[in-house]
T-cell receptor, first 113, second 116 residues
């Protein structure tokens, strides 16, 4: 069975500073990895995904994540955050014979001016 | 509408009552998922439906919880004899295909359930 760990429940950061949101997963099979974002008072939406191929994936708003199989990680990074990036970020994993998408507990990114 | 629609958006009920939550997926989406999000916690998988295959019910927390889906359309999540710990936002999501093929679930706004 797959599982996801997001160790940081909240990450405060100043605007224009870099940020890394950590995600580690556990799986005995090949995995697909995702980051979803939930902006205040909005539903969840896909931010980026790793299915296969290049281990570095990017979103349209400057976030990137790198699949690291040896460290079973899929950390999310952005070199310079904006106030508008304030949201809850969820890492998720799926794979093997199951189509279930298992989510982590989420990390609240709080960008301060 | 073009998105996943859930109703009711808010439901307040008394302990011991039954509740029914509804989800209208995006037309043509073969996969449908239910998740529960308790206050301050992550998304807890409940159940998913994929086409005509038997649903994966492995996440349902107790036999008080059940869900049905009519073909590839509407789904209802039923909670019998509600308890206070059932209070949460219940999220529905749909997907065009298997997660590994598209990787994208489209979520509804959720149904917030409060059990007094």
């Amino acid at each position: 069975a797959q599982s996801v760990t997001q160790l940081d429940s909240q990450v405060p950061v100043f605007e224009e500073a870099p940020v890394e949101l950590r995600c580690n997963y556990s799986s005995s099979v090949s995995v697909y990895l995702f980051w979803y974002v939930q902006y205040p008072n909005q539903g969840l939406q896909l931010l980026l995904k790793y299915l296969s191929g290049s281990t570095l994936v990017e979103s349209i708003n400057g976030f990137e994540a790198e699949f690291n199989k040896s460290q079973t990680s899929f950390h999310l990074r952005k070199p310079s955050v904006h106030i508008s990036d304030t949201a809850e970020y969820f890492c998720a994993v799926s794979g093997g014979a199951t189509n279930k998408l298992i989510f982590g507990t989420g990390t609240l990114l709080a960008v301060q001016p | 509408g073009a998105g996943v629609s859930q109703s009711p958006s808010n439901k307040v009920t008394e302990k011991g009552k039954d509740v029914e939550l509804r989800c209208d997926p995006i037309s043509g989406h073969t996969a449908l998922y239910w998740y529960r999000q308790r206050l301050g916690q992550g998304l807890e998988f409940l159940i998913y439906f994929q086409g005509n295959s038997a649903p994966d019910k492995s996440g349902l927390p107790s036999d008080r919880f059940s869900a049905e889906r009519t073909g590839e359309s509407v789904s209802t999540l039923t909670i019998q004899r509600t308890q206070q710990e059932d209070s949460a936002v219940y999220l529905c999501a749909s997907s065009l295909a298997l997660v590994g093929n598209t990787g994208e679930l489209f979520f509804g706004e959720g149904s917030r359930l409060t059990v007094l």
